[in-house]
T-cell receptor, first 117, second 109 residues
Framework: NAGVTQTPKFRVLKTGQSMTLLCAQDMNHEYMYWYRQDPGMGLRLIHYSVGEGTTAKGEVPDGYNVSRLKKQNFLLGLESAAPSQTSVYFC????????????????FGPGTRLTVL | SQQGEEDPQALSIQEGENATMNCSYKTSINNLQWYRQNSGRGLVHLILIRSNEREKHSGRLRVTLDTSKKSSSLLITASRAADTASYFCATVGNTPLVFGKGTRLSVIA
């Protein structure tokens, strides 16, 4: 049981290049999330998905796109990378809680460190 | 915007001492969660406390929640060097988890 995995672990891009970050989970979780973490900051939500084929915007969605074609995978795309997108990106997943008022723990991947020059 | 705000931003203690971190938030919540992040790693869930609970224990961890003051505290008793990490509170309301900026805890052996 690998949990949540992220690919790649490190990446350096030039301004204007594009790339896709892959998140995979083997826990059959319904919900998946993409966060970014900048120095001295907590995690800020980029996009999330409440099930296969669905996506929604989080707090900082601009410059990113996502897709959830398969339940176990959640892809984060940068179409035209900018230096402001230099960050550590974390993916997370959680199980369906069975109710609006029940929100159980999230499981996080190890992160992808992205540098945009 | 980040709802949870941890205090202090950094804390340095000797091994064996207790460490207390506080979290304040702004709007009503369904529950509040604490996570730990070791340097260069992802976050790991520590404990969840629901809005109708006032105190919860898990091993050396004790979490309290005061919804009237919109605040929570995390107490780590008998700290160890391995407890050195950043600790984040995350609130759950009508939106997905919202994280604070964290408290960086250093436990000196």
């Amino acid at each position: 049981n690998a949990g949540v995995t992220q690919t790649p672990k490190f990446r350096v891009l030039k301004t204007g290049q594009s790339m896709t970050l892959l998140c995979a989970q083997d826990m059959n979780h319904e919900y998946m999330y993409w966060y970014r973490q900048d120095p001295g900051m907590g995690l800020r939500l980029i996009h999330y998905s409440v099930g296969e084929g669905t996506t929604a915007k989080g707090e900082v969605p601009d410059g990113y796109n996502v897709s959830r074609l398969k339940k176990q995978n959640f892809l984060l795309g940068l179409e035209s990378a900018a230096p402001s997108q230099t960050s550590v990106y974390f993916c997370a997943s959680r199980d369906w809680s069975g109710g609006v008022s029940v929100y159980n723990e999230q499981f996080f991947g190890p992160g992808t460190r992205l540098t945009v020059l | 915007s980040q709802q949870g705000e941890e205090d202090p931003q950094a804390l340095s203690i000797q091994e064996g001492e207790n460490a207390t971190m506080n979290c304040s938030y702004k709007t009503s919540i369904n529950n509040l969660q604490w996570y730990r992040q070791n340097s260069g790693r992802g976050l790991v869930h520590l404990i969840l406390i629901r809005s109708n609970e006032r105190e919860k224990h898990s091993g050396r961890l004790r979490v309290t929640l005061d919804t009237s003051k919109k605040s929570s505290s995390l107490l780590i008793t008998a700290s160890r060097a391995a407890d050195t990490a950043s600790y984040f509170c995350a609130t759950v309301g009508n939106t997905p988890l919202v994280f604070g900026k964290g408290t960086r805890l250093s436990v000196i052996a």
